[in-house]
């Protein structure tokens, strides 16, 4: 019985929960990753599996701000200046490699008997790579950072940044319905007008209102109504750019470009990321449920030709324009392997179809197995490409070079001790981030050309998006013992891979930090004391190295000191356990 029919609202959000609770961590469990998971799942609970669901397409226009919140994030990447050092990538071997797929993925369309509009659009969603699979894949290797795995990321940025124009593409080639044949020219000309001006006032409100938005809530310390400002701004401008007739998620991503600079990025990000993930995953859900197995059953044959020869002329298309691009043998290969399936997108993209009528329902649930299908099997690709063709003699580019070596670095707190230290760091040429809670402090920081983020180093949801997760060095120069702990502790479960620094407020503070494995600690005084004990001793008639050796004697007196401290709490602990034990034999 169908829980549209007789249960309350509440029932239907309690399945959806279930069933992505249930599936989602087998899936990633079998390695198939968590997209497959929530379409799996969708299809289970969906009209043509268990019947719980009878209308989908609810479910999908309301899981559409998933997809809208995704584009916001990554409007938010796409900061000019990294852009700017992707472009040959991004704009060169990315365009090179949508065009060439596209022209051929779309020849099989037509080989296949559809029109050219219908093979085109086909040909499109498949081009448009699964962000999600290839960067779990990508992560679990460890390539992301690497040169090969940034040119994979160029091109999945590219690719993701593409549904824009083509969402826009499938109204221009939708048919005209009546009301689009009545209307006038003048009528389309204050369209055409409206959708200008909405872009425009997106613009503006993003260059001049936003920042001071945020700056202004910032000051009040409350989180909730910083996440309820990020959701307005995503939203909004959301419902703007509908307004103006225009996409959805070309509202959302130009409101995450006109952010990509801000100070108040990785806090937005943060704050959206749940709403993004629960959302999207709603959508793949929708999807899921959409998925007639009818009609799959019905062309079965026309199905597993279209995955077999669509992945294969992919694939084909990857390797040449790798090849084209000077990419070695080996390299070029992985990287066909790894994005030969079909997207996310997709979905988004065959749904506007099917809204605009340039494709019918059949050619959607077609082309919908087909990209599920193709997602489903790259995992297992490639394991099969890992244990039987093992990579070898990859690119020189992925060889560590000096430049290479000089890693990234974290920064949380930017007072007194984190402007001097991050100048060390600077001055080898490393690439550093800085947050802090302080919006004063940011500004003034702006004013001596340090760009400083908002962001709460607390928040593990913050770190994630500031990038700790891929920083060598986390230098933690924050403000009060308990939050400088508690930073610590996070920061080490969640990065167990970086080397995490800390200024401790005194010696107390500094015992703390051992407790919690803190990697390097120095007590925010000492080092200042030392040399002004240095100097006074020189003042009073030592010579220099009298002066030195003494500081050297009291370094090493106290370093002994901390060390009998910290064993000493390890002893004390273990004669409480044994207290304790010869406590309960003795009952």
């Not at 969906?46 to 994030?73: K, N």
């Not at 080639?173 to 409206?194: F, K, L, M, Y």
């Not at 994630?464 to 933690?476: M, T």
Request: aromatic share 6%; hydrophobic share 55%.
């Amino acid at each position: 019985m169908a829980v549209e029919g007789d249960a309350s609202e509440l029932a239907k959000v309690v399945v959806l929960l279930g069933a992505a609770v249930v599936a989602v961590p087998i899936f990633r469990r079998l390695g198939l990753g968590s997209v497959l998971g929530y379409l799996a799942a969708g299809l289970v609970i969906g009209p043509f599996g268990l019947g719980l669901f009878r209308d989908p397409h609810t479910i999908l226009h309301t899981a559409e701000l998933g997809v809208v919140m995704f584009l916001f994030i990554i409007g938010l990447e796409m900061r000019p200046s990294h852009l700017w050092g992707l472009r040959k990538e991004i704009f060169g071997l990315g365009s090179l490699q949508v065009l060439i797929c596209g022209l051929l993925l779309t020849g099989v369309g037509v080989a296949f008997g559809f029109s050219l509009a219908v093979a085109f659009i086909s040909a499109m969603g498949f081009v448009l790579t699964s962000t999600a699979i290839v960067m779990q894949l990508l992560g679990e290797r460890g390539d992301i950072a690497k040169p090969r795995g940034q040119k994979i990321v160029s091109i999945l940025l590219l690719e993701d940044l593409l549904i824009v124009p083509l969402l826009a593409l499938v109204a221009f080639i939708a048919p005209p319905g009546a009301h689009q044949e009545a209307a006038t020219a003048s009528s389309r000309w204050a369209d055409i007008g409206i959708g200008v001006g909405s872009v425009a006032a997106l613009v503006v409100a993003g260059i001049w209102l936003l920042n001071p938005l945020f700056r202004l809530l910032a000051r009040a310390k409350a989180r909730e109504v910083m996440t309820a400002a990020a959701l307005l701004v995503v939203l909004g401008a959301a419902l703007l750019m509908q307004w103006g007739g225009l996409s959805m998620a070309m509202g959302a991503f130009l409101a995450g470009v006109l952010l990509s600079e801000s100070t108040f990025r990785h806090q937005l990000e943060a704050d959206i990321e749940p709403f993004r993930g629960l959302l999207l995953g709603l959508f793949f859900l929708g999807v899921g449920m959409s998925l007639d197995l009818t009609v799959v059953a019905q062309n079965a044959p026309l199905i597993v030709a279209g995955v077999l020869s669509m992945m294969l002329v992919k694939a084909l298309c990857i390797y040449g324009t790798a090849r084209l691009a000077k990419s070695s043998r080996a390299e070029a290969v992985d990287r066909a392997v790894l994005m030969a399936q079909g997207g996310e997108f997709a979905f988004v993209l065959f749904a506007a179809a099917l809204a605009n009528g340039v494709i019918d329902p059949i050619v959607n649930a077609n082309m919908t197995a087909i990209v599920v299908l193709s997602m489903a099997l790259t995992p297992l690709v490639v394991l099969i490409h890992k244990r039987w063709m093992p990579r070898a003699n990859l690119s020189t580019d992925d060889l560590e070079t000096p430049e290479d070596q000089i890693g990234n670095a974290l920064v949380i707190g930017f007072g007194r001790v984190g402007q001097i230290a991050s100048q060390h760091m600077l001055a080898m040429g490393a690439e550093i981030t800085i947050i802090d809670n302080d919006p004063e402090m940011i500004r003034s920081a702006a004013t001596f050309g340090f760009k400083v983020y908002y962001g709460d180093g607390t928040r593990t949801d913050v770190l994630h998006a500031a990038g700790a997760k891929n920083a060598q060095a986390i230098l933690i120069c924050a403000d009060g013992k308990d939050t400088v702990t508690q930073m610590v502790e996070r920061i080490k479960a969640m990065c167990p891979h970086s080397v995490v620094l800390a200024r401790a407020f005194d010696r107390e503070h500094a015992l703390d930090l051992h407790k919690v494995d803190v990697d390097f600690q120095v007590r925010e005084t000492f080092e200042s004391a030392m040399v002004l004990g240095r100097q006074a001793t020189q003042a009073l008639g030592a010579t220099p190295e009298a002066a030195e050796e003494i500081a050297d004697e009291i370094r090493r007196r106290d370093a002994e000191r901390f060390q009998m401290e910290v064993n000493g709490g390890l002893f004390a602990g273990r004669a409480l356990l044994l207290n304790n034990q010869s406590k309960e034999s003795t009952h």
